[in-house]
């Protein structure tokens, strides 16, 4: 998947997020990322987490993308920095006191 692909993806997850559309999101992420990471395409999972914007989604989609690349954690790079701009994001929305909970099992 070229860059410009990966970030068609990355708008339309996110506009599902602004519709409230989580489940679409979701369904999305598991369907494309998993197939991704099943072909071995690692480096393009990589790089697609390296763009992501955890800011325009919610939080259900932001630990989607952190529960679907768990198992491939050690070859994906850009994987950490994601893992901590969710962990900023959550605490913009106030959900600090949650967040041990919300990533327990994730990082």
């Given at each position: ?71 491939d954690a050690s070859r994906l790079p850009a994987r950490p920095a994601y893992l901590q701009a969710v962990r900023d994001d959550l605490r913009r929305r106030g959900e600090q ?11």
């Open positions: 998947m070229d860059d410009a692909a990966l970030d068609l993806f990355r708008e339309r997850v996110e506009n599902y997020c602004a519709s409230g559309h989580t489940s679409c999101a979701l369904d999305m992420i598991y369907d494309v990322v998993d197939d991704m990471l099943i072909d071995g395409q690692t480096e393009t999972v990589n790089r697609l987490l390296g763009r992501l914007r955890a800011q325009r989604l919610d939080i259900a989609t932001m630990l989607g993308f952190l529960s679907i690349t768990l198992d006191d949650r967040m041990d909970d919300l990533l327990r099992g994730l990082d």
